[in-house]
Structures are given as structure tokens and as C-alpha cells.
């Protein structure tokens, strides 16, 4: 059996194409898990799997890594697959993902293809989704079958297969001390290199990412410079850079790559 899990703080037109998508996998899943940090339950279009839905919520920067590790220990799969709520599943990811877990104890992660603004209508279909989208600039989509790669740095939480007990015992699950935006991902990258859990992209576990407005990094950056602080404490190295370098450059933050401290200015730009 493998397991969906994703995390929803309201986005519910979303979460319901992502699970239409689901509804139309080669493979489907042995069950839905939504983790909802908002204390609401969402309304959802019937589908063919079960879906369950665990509260999370609380007050303040929202609870990823919480709320991850609270979705994998609900779930009732060995194998797991998490997708960010706004990604819509192609009709062979979970199949792709079951296929390579059921030989790989690892972090699979599958390509992404970005949607373009208002590309997603009330009904659509997956080449529709594909004639929509375009690669990730800087990553593009893996090729068949696994492709190892030892860029942990690169291991992202927006889509990716794992096993429930690589994740949750072998490396201890998303660091908790990790709240809100930032660091997270890459940490658990780090904590897999360091435990010899090997990392590998995936051919055939495509998701569509809807467009919605990108988040204001001034409204996290409390949260943000917070995780690269506790980030720094235990690689001794900064994450998410491109981050810093614009808080830095918005007169936010005070932060060099070179130096070993971070500190919130109180001075964003307008």
C-alpha cells in the first residue's frame, strides 16, 4: 500500500486538483492523508481511495516540518509519497513511486513542471496541464527510470517517495526546531548524506505546479532567519542563499556569506 500525504492551509481549489489528479492515476493510492494547519476541514470532491484528514494547526508561522512528520506517522503505508498542495499529480506518479520504493530505500524525487498563470480551468486534462507548463529552469525533468545523485543540497520536499520508517526512524523525521519558511528541506538532505540514505530523481513521477502569487519573503523573515541560524548551528553553512541574499539586499537583514551571524535590521525596503 503507498500512502499521499500533503499539508493544506486553505489553497482548497488546490487540494481538490491534486486530488482529481490522483482520481485519474494508473496506480491509486491506498489512501489520502491531509494534514490541515488551519484547523479547517476542507471540502473535497468524491474520489476513488480513501482520504483522511489530521489536524495540525497552530498559532503562528505554520508548522511544516510538524506537520510532515504528523502526516507520516498517520499514515498507513510503508511507502509514502508527500506532494505540496499545490501540485497536481500526473495520472503515472504514484505508480512510478510505488515502483521504486519497492526496490530503492531511499528519497525518490520526481520532476516538477511549473504552470503558467490562469492555465488550470474547471475541467482539464493532463496534456492540457503539459502543454500549460514549463521545466524547472534550473532542474530539469529526470529521465526513466532512477537517476542517483549524491546533491543532497538539491532535495526538496515538494514532491518525493520515501519509506514511512526511512523517514520517521532512520532519519528522525522533518527537524522540528525548523517552524515556517525555510531550511527544512535541506536539512533533511543533510541529515540523509550523513546517514547514508541514498537520494535518487525519478522518470515517470511528473507533478504540475499551479501558479499562485509567490509569498512575501518580509512577511517570513522572522521565521526565515531564525531556520538559517539553527541551520548554520548544525552544518556550518547557510541555506536557501538566494533568500538571504535578497533579504539582504531589501536592507532586512544584516548577512554576509562569508560571516557566521545573521540579524534582522527591522528595515525592510519598501
Known sequence: MISVLTLVSGREAHLRNLVRGLAGSTL?????????????????????????????????ELPLSAARNAAAEAARGENTVLLDVDCIPSAGLVEAYARALGDFDGLVMGGVRYLRPDSVREVWTEPDLREASDPHPARSEPGAGLEPTD?????????????RSTLLDTLGGFDESFIGYGGEDTDLGYTARDRGVPLAWLGGATCFHQHHPSERLDRHVASIVANARR????????????????????????????????ALTGSPAA
Open 28 to 60: 491509486a493510492p491506498g489512501e489520502l492523508v491531509v494534514a490541515t494547519m488551519d484547523g479547517q476541514v476542507p471540502e473535497l470532491p468524491d474520489s476513488p481511495f480513501p482520504v483522511r484528514v489530521i489536524d495540525v494547526s497552530w498559532r503562528g
Open 151 to 163: 546533491r543532497y543540497e538539491l532535495f526538496w520536499s515538494l514532491s518525493f517517495g520515501v519509506r
Open 231 to 262: 541551520f548554520y548551528e548544525k552544518w556550518g553553512e547557510w541555506p536557501m542563499e538566494g533568500w538571504l541574499r535578497e533579504l539582504t539586499d531589501d536592507g532586512a537583514i544584516d548577512w554576509s556569506p562569508a560571516g557566521d551571524e545573521i
